[in-house]
Nanobody, 120 residues
Framework: QVQLVESGGGLVQAGGSLRLSCAAS????????MGWYRQAPGKQRELVAT???????NYVDSVKGRFTISRDNAKNTVYLQMNSLKPEDTAVYYC??????????????WGQGTQVTVSS
């Protein structure tokens, strides 16, 4: 089993910054992808950023240049530094870990979500 504990959400004014953290515990596969997704009210959950165990990084276009994803493999923790926040970034942010084997996703695990609210 994998447990994901997120922290760092909150209320911030437009232009401000927040840093999200997600600590994973349990059985973590050596080859994995850790990432952040978000879901705004009335919208589908969307990918924000991912980082693989090999360091490959992917961002959704709307956050490029503003958000930075990183990870500490020794701590099984993934971070999301969010700068220049906009009201449209308001959403519940979910941490995700995908276990990879032979190039395919074996399983995915989700955190409970943390609210990020950006006021205009």
């Amino acid at each position: 089993q994998v447990q994901l504990v997120e922290s760092g959400g909150g209320l911030v004014q437009a232009g401000g910054s927040l840093r999200l953290s997600c600590a994973a515990s349990g059985t973590i596969f050596r080859v994995n992808i850790m990432g952040w997704y978000r879901q705004a009210p009335g919208k589908q959950r969307e990918l924000v950023a991912t980082i693989s165990s090999r360091g490959n990084i992917n961002y959704v276009d709307s956050v490029k240049g503003r958000f930075t994803i990183s990870r500490d493999n020794a701590k099984n923790t993934v971070y999301l530094q969010m700068n220049s926040l906009k009201p449209e970034d308001t959403a519940v942010y979910y941490c995700n870990v995908a276990h990879i084997q032979y190039g395919t996703i074996l399983s995915q695990h989700w955190g409970q979500g943390t609210q990020v609210t950006v006021s205009s």
